[in-house]
Structure formats: C-alpha cells, structure tokens
T-cell receptor
Framework: EAGVAQSPRYKIIEKRQSVAFWCNPISGHATLYWYQQILGQGPKLLIQFQNNGVVDDSQLPKDRFSAERLKGVDSTLKIQPAKLEDSAVYLC????????????????FGSGTQLSVL | GQQVMQIPQYQHVQEGEDFTTYCNSSTTLSNIQWYKQRPGGHPVFLIQLVKSGEVKKQKRLTFQFGEAKKNSSLHITATQTTDVGTYFCAGRRSNYQLIWGAGTKLIIKP
C-alpha cells in the first residue's frame, strides 16, 4: 500500500516570499490533515479536510496561509508571504473517515517538508 | 482550552533501563493514540486505546488508559537503542478533534 506522498522534501526561501507544499494521501482516505511541527514541539494542526470540505481551520493563520483540496484527493498548502517564524516541518497526514469507529481513526503521515525561511 | 499535558519533556536512560511517559487531559477523551517519531522522521502510529482502564502490550511496550479516560501512560521495559525517538500521545475528543501532547524524547546515554 502506497503511503502519504509529500513534496518537496526541503525548501529554503527568504522572508516575504511565497511557497507551496503538495500532498497526496493514501487512496481512499477521506480525511486529510496539514500539521506544522516546530523543532522540539508536537504537531500543531493547521487544517483538516473531510473529502473536499474544511472541518477545522481554527489554527490556520488565514492572513498568510491557505490550503485547498480540490476533488477531495490531493491537497496544497500555501504560505504567502512567509515569515521567519514559519520555519518548521509541514506534515501531511490522512485517515479514514473519523466517523467510523475503531482503528480507522489512526493517522498516516507523510515524510514532511522542511521549510527554512531566511 | 482543551489540553493534553505530556511529561517528562526528556528522559535520559541507560540502555536496559525502563522508560515511562505520561499524558493527562483536562477533559474526558473518547480514545487516545500513541505515536513514535524517530529523529528526522515523521510520527508513526503505535496504538489506540478506547476503553476505560484498558491495558495493551506490544512486546516491551505497555500502554494504559485511565479509568476516567483522562490520562494515559506508555512504559518501555529494558530500553534498546532502537527505542530512541520522541513519543507523542494524542487524545481524541468526542467531536473527533485530535489533541496532541508535546512529546517525550527518549535519549539513551552513551
């Protein structure tokens, strides 16, 4: 079974530039998550999609971050303009519909994109 | 707001010693999951606990979910170098929102 695919693996940009990350979840997974993980901290949810609808974007800095999941499959996360404090690893994860009981709720993570803002 | 506190932040052990990390939630959880993140890697699902008082074992790892479904622990017996990494708990609320702990980093002393 193919895992969650993310690209690019690394990205270095200067502050005020824009950047985009791409994620392709596991086939059949209805739920897609974007997390921000700052070094030494736990993952922080930025946005959660259920199919192509947004379930939770309460922690997304909407003045500079945007995300979309057209057709309910792959997704892109964009930052424009980037700030120094955006330096982090951006993790994409997917899971089955959380409305299902049991093990369907576990998250599968991609390898992440390490962003450095200079 | 809803929080899941995880302690300790770091634990240094000699190889062969035991390791324990604890998670406490301010409110009752539907279930709790545990993930392991190796250095430079991404979180990998270990286990999910659902029932009050549940105890599950995976070889040298023992997971517990408290009776009130507000706390959980992960205990590793006789640590090995392959156990190095950061262990995260993630508690799920009734609305399916997942709340992550800050993680406990397991460090094996040279």
């Amino acid at each position: 079974e193919a895992g969650v695919a993310q690209s690019p693996r690394y990205k270095i940009i200067e502050k005020r530039q824009s950047v985009a990350f791409w994620c392709n979840p596991i086939s059949g997974h209805a739920t897609l998550y974007w997390y921000q993980q700052i070094l030494g901290q736990g993952p922080k949810l930025l946005i959660q999609f259920q199919n192509n609808g947004v379930v939770d974007d309460s922690q997304l800095p909407k003045d500079r971050f945007s995300a979309e999941r057209l057709k309910g499959v792959d997704s892109t996360l964009k930052i424009q303009p980037a700030k120094l404090e955006d330096s982090a690893v951006y993790l994409c994860a997917s899971s089955l519909d959380p409305g299902r009981a049991g093990s369907g709720l576990k998250l599968f993570f991609g390898s992440g994109t390490q962003l450095s803002v200079l | 707001g809803q929080q899941v506190m995880q302690i300790p932040q770091y634990q240094h052990v000699q190889e062969g010693e035991d390791f324990t990390t604890y998670c406490n939630s301010s409110t009752t959880l539907s279930n709790i999951q545990w993930y392991k993140q190796r250095p430079g890697g991404h979180p990998v699902f270990l286990i999910q606990l659902v029932k009050s008082g549940e105890v599950k074992k995976q070889k040298r790892l023992t997971f517990q979910f408290g009776e009130a479904k507000k706390n959980s622990s992960l205990h590793i017996t006789a640590t090995q170098t392959t156990d190095v990494g950061t262990y995260f708990c993630a508690g799920r609320r009734s609305n399916y929102q997942l709340i992550w702990g800050a993680g406990t980093k397991l460090i094996i002393k040279p």
